[in-house]
Nanobody, 116 residues
Framework: VQFVESGGGLVQAGGPLRLSCDAS???????MGWFRQAPGKEREHVAG??????????SDSVKGRFIISRNNAKDKDTVFLHMNSLNPEDTAVYYC?????????WGQGTQVTVSS
């Protein structure tokens, strides 16, 4: 399995952004999560979603602003992170992975930069 994150970019504070995570393999059987790592900080868990997509959890820093969702389609599995009301503290490289994460599945991530 390989995860490929996309959708990052430069956005002004208060703006939205949607991240996507595509899997080259079969991920419908995994709980999935989004994680982020800001410069000089450890990687942290941002949001998680269970196998059927009916249960989600969020870190306190993003609760009420971010929404995680998934599309377990037959031929392509995608996990999304809908980010709203972004602020400069959300600037980081964002990664998707199983939740809890699997070391071998970390991808390159996608950079999100929020300007003030």
């Amino acid at each position: 399995v390989q995860f490929v994150e996309s959708g990052g970019g430069l956005v002004q504070a208060g703006g939205p952004l949607r991240l996507s995570c595509d899997a080259s393999g079969y991920l419908s059987g995994f709980a999935m999560g989004w994680f982020r790592q800001a410069p000089g900080k450890e990687r942290e868990h941002v949001a998680g979603i269970n196998v059927n997509g009916l249960s989600t959890d969020y870190s306190d820093s993003v609760k009420g602003r971010f929404i995680i969702s998934r599309n377990n389609a037959k031929d392509k599995d995608t996990v999304f992170l809908h980010m709203n009301s972004l602020n400069p503290e959300d600037t980081a490289v964002y990664y998707c992975n199983t939740d809890p994460p699997t070391y071998a599945y970390w991808g390159q991530g996608t950079q999100v930069t929020v300007s003030s």
